[in-house]
């Protein structure tokens, strides 16, 4: 039996396979529509994940997220919301139901017609029908009447099958089916110019990248994925991509098709081509060609083209309608610029984030409203350490997002929301939605397994989402680094060790490699380890400070300033005025802990006029609220509060842990524990400066069994704490807190654990004379 199913305004025709509202048919992907089906024809039934996947997509591996999109294309179709479901309710974890009610007619019952008759256009009106004199004699005849119009589709629609079958076979007999599909992984070769304009070099594939990535669908080989294969291939990252290159490119990698474009001369005019060729061997799939009047239409063409590929490979035409935003809208309609930005991709993936900023940096000279060329000068910015110049690139991004595709918007609302506004919730919740829409898309899972998640302490989700962009970019080198991170955040160094092995074995590198193989090294206790990473990369200033760090949690504080005197020297040289500053931050935070305060406090003046960056200056309250500089703190916190009223951190982490800082240099515990209960779940995030001033009042409150819980947080997550000094104050705060409690044998083993570290300390180090008085003491 055909069963038509009736919801509030919504009608779904088994019979059509089509779902209407109020007699409007709505457009709705075929894979979503038979979700939906499932769903519907089992209204209040929980349907496992695993049972929607096996039926709808029978014989057919996709991954997990392809239903979650599916659901969101239903959930936006219907006007559903997801956090106060009215008809598709997720059931976390294990599936979804449909909520809402449904009734079920079958179309050709007599009894549905007359329900329905409103929703037959073709239907004889009552009163054009002749008169009968029994009900039953006219009740056959208006369903007869009324139901002619179907007959007649019915017998159209046989016969359009039948020759929709001779096509079918006769297709295949001549072999001329369509072989490129959504499921099929493609690489773009650069495009052939043989126009004698110099300015279709890079622009016209970086154009049809950008369209090609509007899709959710389409597999196109990542840039980091070519260029890692043009390594490993003894070519120089950069070469150029001709088609042939290409061809083999796509077979090494396992590849279906190689797209090769390409643009020449006719007369006055231009001709653009977009030829598919299977890599394995080189058979022609696809081909298309679009004449235009003028070079500056060509961006123009390139959409066209695009849209009609993606169409032929099998994307629903919903799909293409709802995200395909011309290129001049997309990212800019200057060829110069595109350019530009092309070749600064390139030198991104090839020699890292600093190549790139002159020629994005020209980009957004060529053309002022180019956002995604300002959101990846944000973005190289950040990666770099300047916070300030990675704002305000990021900031005039956001100012334009308009201009951007919606893929690309995805990547300025979050990179604007992490990086300027600081609003980790709006963040996580952008990252959800681009995760649903583009599923394939590694940057969505890398924000928040680098930045978001572990915010708020929670690394072991953090470490599933790093997993996740490995199993769908396995040359995506950011996802190894963050994976590692989170190891070693868990204090699991010999797994982050073998994330990085398995990135070497790829051939993917980044510098702060490096600096993570000094963290396992000091997690694992192996001092040459740590040695030799500092050696691999004696002019990297963070690694320099971490070795900083490293002396001063052993006492040896001259040696530290030192050698901080050269990081912040090697920072100073090559303009990096924000990470100078932080690392003149983190040398002096220990100094304040250590009870050095004027050292400290010329240190901390020092950074404030070189940065007011976020992290210096919420580095430099924090320091001056341990040595009680109430006037100092007051500015640096209004500061914050002004400049960043949405950011999470800020308002509920930064001002009320230096806020607390205060209270306790200022004798007042108790008010201290009242603004850390604000902290609380992000006190896990690093550093633990909350956990420590949170057992520091309550010790000084009286309450030596809850400081002990809350310094052996400190301890017990050597991952986190790593080599910073505050290991040291907590492992003192742990034995004074058992000391107060009366258990003077845990009391003791604390003590000597922070005097072992400090046994080659500076001889004037004063906290390491009073430590051995007290220990003695007991």
Known sequence: MIVLYLFDDYELSEQDFSLSRRGERMSVEPKALRVLFLLVAAPGTLLEKKTILGTVWKDTFVEESTLTRAIAILRKQLGDDPKAPKYIETVPTLGYRFIAQVRTVDPSSPASNEVREHDEPEAIAAEELPKAGAGETTLAMS??????????????????????????????????????????TLVLADFINTSGEAVFDDALRQGMIVQLEQSPVI????????????????????????????????????????????????????????????????E????????????????????????????????SRASIDQLDIPLPEATTSSLDALKDFSQATRLFNSRGSRAAIPLLMHATELDPQFAVAYVWLGRMYADLGEEVPAMQATQKAYELR???????????????????????????????????????????????????????????????????????????????????????????????????RQASARKLFLPSFVTDAYRMAFLEGDEDGMKRAVQAAPANPWLLGYEVATLSLTGRLSEARDLSGRATSLARQSSRHDTEAQLQIAEAIPEALYGRSQFAKGQLRSAL???????????????????????????????????????????????????????????????????????????????????????QALLAMHR???????????????????????????????????????????????????????????????????????????
């Open 402 to 500: 308009n201009r951007a595709s919606d893929r690309e918007r995805f990547l300025i609302d979050v990179s604007y929301d992490l990086l300027v506004s600081g609003n980790l919730a709006r963040g996580k919740e952008t990252c959800e939605a681009w995760e649903q829409m583009y599923p394939r898309d590694v940057y969505a899972h890398s924000f928040l397994a680098g930045v978001i998640y572990p915010a708020y302490g929670q690394y072991e989700k953090a470490l599933e989402e790093s997993n996740q962009t490995i199993e769908i970019d396995p040359d995506f080198v950011i996802g190894y680094r963050n994976a590692a991170l989170n190891l070693i955040a868990t204090g699991k160094p010999n797994d982050a060790g073998r994330v990085l």
């Open 284 to 315: 022609e799939l696809d081909a298309e060609q679009i004449q235009v009047k003028r070079k500056e239409d060509a961006l123009q063409a390139l959409g066209e083209m695009a849209a009609k590929f993606r169409a032929r490979i099998g994307e």
């Open 143 to 184: 369903h007869s009447a009324r139901y002619a119009p179907r007959r007649i589709w019915i017998y159209g629609l046989a016969v359009g099958l039948c020759v929709t079958a001779i096509v079918f076979f006769t297709r295949q007999a001549r072999n001329e089916m369509p072989r490129l599909s959504t499921k099929s």
């Open 609 to 695: 006029r070189i940065s007011t960056a976020k992290s210096v200056e919420y580095g430099a309250a924090f320091a001056f609220a341990m040595v009680g500089e109430a006037s100092e703190v007051s500015k640096l916190v209004n500061d914050l509060t002004r400049r960043f009223p949405d950011d999470t951190l800020v308002r509920y982490d930064y001002v009320p842990t230096i806020e607390a800082a205060l209270a306790l240099s200022q004798n007042q515990p108790q008010k201290a524990v009242g603004l850390l209960q604000e902290v609380t779940p992000f006190e896990l995030s690093q550093p633990l400066h909350s956990v420590y001033l949170r057992g």
């Open 219 to 282: 597999r196109l080989a990542s840039e980091a994925q070519i260029r890692k294969t043009l390594g490993l291939m003894g070519m120089k990252l950069d070469s150029p991509l001709p088609p042939e290159l290409g061809r083999e490119i796509c077979q090494r990698i396992g590849g279906d098709a190689v797209l090769e474009g390409s643009v020449a001369r006719l007369g006055n005019e231009y001709i653009l081509g977009l030829r598919a060729r299977r890599c394995s061997t080189g």
């Open 704 to 778: 030596p069994q809850e400081a002990i819980v809350e310094f052996r947080k400190i301890i017990d997550h050597p991952g986190l704490v790593m080599n910073d000094p505050l290991l040291n104050l907590a492992e003192l705060g742990l034995a004074r807190s058992y000391a107060a409690a009366g258990e003077k044998q845990k009391a003791q083993l604390s003590y000597r654990a922070v005097l072992q570290r400090w046994r080659n300390a500076d001889s004037d180090f004063s906290l390491c004379r009073q430590v051995k008085k007290e220990s003695a003491g007991l």
